[in-house]
């Protein structure tokens, strides 16, 4: 009897691992296992220290990593550093040139350092400027969802996407991505599964398409 498929979810920037409540793989061909961010543990840290530290949490030989956003940033430098069976991103980036022009300007200019972190750290502050339905949806969507809002983690988080080293892809990769995906747009993105329609944060509401896809490339 052959042993299950060992699966490894990590989420987008600030996610939280509810972000995979919607995926659905068959039970008795696959585990999963799904990573929550941590703290850096200094204001420094690199990304692939870092990567250590999840990996550190990887308790099964040869898993399959699947990241979303920022996520599949991560499980990219994971796999640099285990061995995998297979590697997954979704929303994602495969290298430093699919970063958008206005993310590119944003490192150059290091605009992003005006970040408000501290909107994030405290949302709930903030909840009284989210008005009309539809910022009233993406309110809650954000208070279930994003709950990781340490400013140390968000300010690392945030240049480590604009710095990522990167320049070639990895070999074997599988990327999924949204037509309409706003943070990294389509245009820029090469050699992916395309979802119609799907956002960045298709994971929510495509989730039926992405798990059909990922259990049929591990076929």
């Not at 490894?8 to 995926?23: E, H």
């Amino acid at each position: 009897m052959n042993s299950k498929t060992h699966i490894y979810f990590v989420p987008g920037l600030g996610a939280n691992t509810k972000i995979f409540n919607n995926i659905k793989l068959p039970e008795e061909l696959f585990e999963t296992h799904f990573l929550e961010w941590e703290i850096p543990s200094e204001k420094e840290e690199s990304i692939s220290n870092y990567a250590k530290r999840m990996c550190a949490k990887i308790t099964h030989e040869n898993p399959v990593l699947v990241g979303v956003s920022f996520g599949g940033v991560m499980v990219q430098e994971m796999s640099k550093i285990i061995n995998t069976k297979k590697v997954f991103l979704i929303s994602s980036i495969k290298n430093n040139g699919e970063l958008p022009k206005r993310l590119q300007l944003a490192k150059a200019t290091k605009a992003y350092k005006l970040f408000p972190t501290t909107m994030v750290e405290n949302f709930e502050a903030y909840e009284k400027y989210f008005l009309g339905s539809n910022l009233q949806k993406r309110k809650e969507l954000y208070k279930t969802y994003m709950s990781v809002r340490d400013p140390k983690y968000i300010t690392w988080a945030i240049y480590n996407v604009l710095h990522w080293k990167q320049e070639k892809s990895f070999d074997d990769i599988i990327h999924i991505h949204g037509t309409e995906d706003g943070v990294f747009p389509i245009k820029h993105i090469k050699n992916c599964i395309k979802v119609e329609k799907g956002t960045h944060v298709m994971i929510l509401n495509k989730a039926k398409i992405i798990s059909k896809i990922i259990e049929e490339k591990l076929a």
